[in-house]
């Protein structure tokens, strides 16, 4: 077994979005979804909106982050344990209770996004 090879835009998205630069992964990986028409269009659809829901976050629009991770989510699960070297269980385990936060903080009203730990991608070489 070799190396893994990724195609360089997907990795530059891990990387962005493991640096908190939401948006800019989320463009990276629209480049690479936008040319996928097989099984791997969903799960970069899935990253994406995963991406997207962290921006929203960031911007205080916490029913837009909602709503993004739920879609996100649902895309994602059907790619468990792993897909394309990433390892999904613990990264969804990871998103889903961030969504659980800010649900909560929503409840309550809350006028600020609540502090999270946001979730790594890590690439199984």
């Excluded at 990253?47 to 916490?62: D, F, N, S, T």
């Amino acid at each position: 077994m070799g190396m893994a090879v990724y195609d360089p835009r997907f990795v530059k998205g891990v990387n962005e979005f493991n640096q908190g630069l939401y948006f800019e992964s989320h463009e990276s990986w629209e480049e690479v979804w936008r040319e996928e028409n097989g099984e791997e269009k969903l799960f970069y659809q899935g990253l994406i909106q995963v991406a997207a829901g962290y921006l929203k976050w960031e911007q205080g629009v916490l029913r837009g982050s909602v709503k993004l991770w739920h879609a996100g989510l649902e895309k994602l699960e059907g790619y468990q344990p792993s897909y394309l070297g990433v390892d999904l269980d613990s990264f969804l385990r990871e998103v889903n209770g961030n969504l659980k936060v800010v649900e909560a903080a929503l409840q309550k009203e809350a006028k600020d996004p609540p502090e999270l730990k946001v979730p790594v991608l890590s690439l199984v070489s």
